[in-house]
């Protein structure tokens, strides 16, 4: 009997000795296994590409309506914040290609409707205000007087000649010009309803706008002579809204409208032309931020919630006029998702602005997280 025991407090010493010995070694095992590193998730802000749209990297945490640049200092750039509240900086500057940032306040403060800084005397600006009028500076923000009561917004001017074009909003809204800047301004165009995103292609000698129960207006020269269009636009509210007329091909035209209002069957999302305004077509539905036209390329970017659209702007080369009047019919134009695009942008994301420095070496834009106001 005690042999037996003896036997078997052995047999039991060893299977503790054994279990104590697989125990030790897996938690050994466990500890020697490599942490997984968490990797960061791209956060919204301002982003920078090096190449055309296709990577990106993150330059500051700042959202921004625009972003403009300086002729002379390449690292010297402009965010319009554009707050409601008058306490905070309506824009900031960078002297260092947006590391660090100086917050400006325009007159009193609050909001800005609009903002355009002169490309060659990056001091002079002009800030349409809500509350102050359109003000103007001419020491880079440091001090600002009142030049008129308009309150403007789509404000564009012009590289060569300093020339400005904008939206005043009233009983409708007028397209005006200013050739002295913004000291007095000339009215282009009266419309009489709501007009949105007003584009002046200054190289082409183009100005376009979407008109509210109007469409697609365009004049080809300076805002003489108007055209209206708005087959397959109708029941669209702009209100929500950009418009992209492309460089090269005169009769490609982009435009996102993103409201109905519930008016007929008009469908929200990304319309394209290729008849110069004359007709329009859903390309893509849904929501949509903002849109670039690479300039070499001529490749046209939507930016959309969960990436890029991609209309390619070099067509091929055709042997004879049969083909190019099938392609035309075929639209060879397509927009299609690009997984080539848009990396390093945050997941989930639109962008409100894509715009590209003055030697169009880099491509600059905003990444806001899409909320259930932007749906």
């Not at 002729?71 to 914040?81: G, I, S, T």
């Not at 002169?118 to 809500?130: G, H, I, R, V």
């Not at 403007?152 to 000649?161: A, E, F, R, T, W």
Request: proline share 2%; net charge positive; with cysteine.
């Amino acid at each position: 009997m005690s042999r037996n025991r003896k036997i078997l407090s052995s047999i039991l010493y060893f299977v503790l000795i054994a279990f104590h010995f697989i125990f030790s070694t897996a938690q050994l095992i466990s500890q020697e296994k490599p942490e997984k590193k968490e990797t960061k998730e791209a956060k919204p802000g301002i982003y920078v590409s090096k190449d055309n749209g296709k990577n990106w990297k993150f330059v500051c945490d700042k959202i921004a309506a625009k972003i403009f640049f300086c002729a002379k200092d390449e690292k010297k750039m402009f965010l319009q914040l554009g707050s409601h509240r008058q306490t905070k900086p309506n824009f900031c500057v960078s002297k260092d290609a947006g590391k660090t940032w100086t917050n400006v306040k325009v007159a009193g403060g609050g909001w800005v409707n609009d903002l355009v800084v002169d490309s060659k005397n990056s001091k002079l600006m002009l800030a349409s205000t809500f509350r102050f009028g359109l003000q103007k500076t001419s020491d880079g923000g440091k001090t600002w007087e009142k030049v008129s009561n308009n309150r403007l917004k789509y404000m564009q001017i012009s590289p060569d000649n300093g020339h400005i074009f904008a939206l005043q909003s009233g009983m409708g809204c007028i397209i005006v010009k200013s050739e002295d800047n913004g000291k007095t301004w000339k009215n282009v165009k009266q419309i009489q309803s709501y007009g949105s995103s007003l584009t002046v292609d200054f190289k082409n000698k183009r100005i376009a706008i979407l008109v509210d129960n109007f469409g697609f207006m365009i004049s080809n020269d300076m805002g003489k002579t108007w055209k209206s269009y708005k087959k397959g636009l109708e029941g669209a509210n702009v209100a929500s809204s950009f418009l992209v007329l492309h460089p090269k091909k005169k009769d490609v035209m982009f435009a996102y409208i993103g409201v109905s209002w519930g008016r007929g069957s008009f469908k929200p999302g990304v319309y394209k032309s290729i008849d110069g305004g004359k007709s329009w077509k859903i390309v893509k539905e849904g929501l949509a931020g903002s849109a670039y036209i690479v300039p070499k390329s001529g490749n046209v970017l939507l930016s959309t919630k969960g990436g890029f659209l991609v209309c390619k702007g070099k067509a091929e080369k055709k042997k004879n006029k049969k083909e190019k009047e099938t392609d035309k019919k075929k639209d060879e134009d397509k927009l299609n998702w690009s997984k080539d695009y848009g990396k390093g942008l945050p997941k989930d994301s639109i962008l409100q602005f894509i715009t590209a420095d003055i030697k169009v070496k880099n491509i600059y834009a905003c990444a806001i997280k899409v909320t259930r106001r932007h749906r």
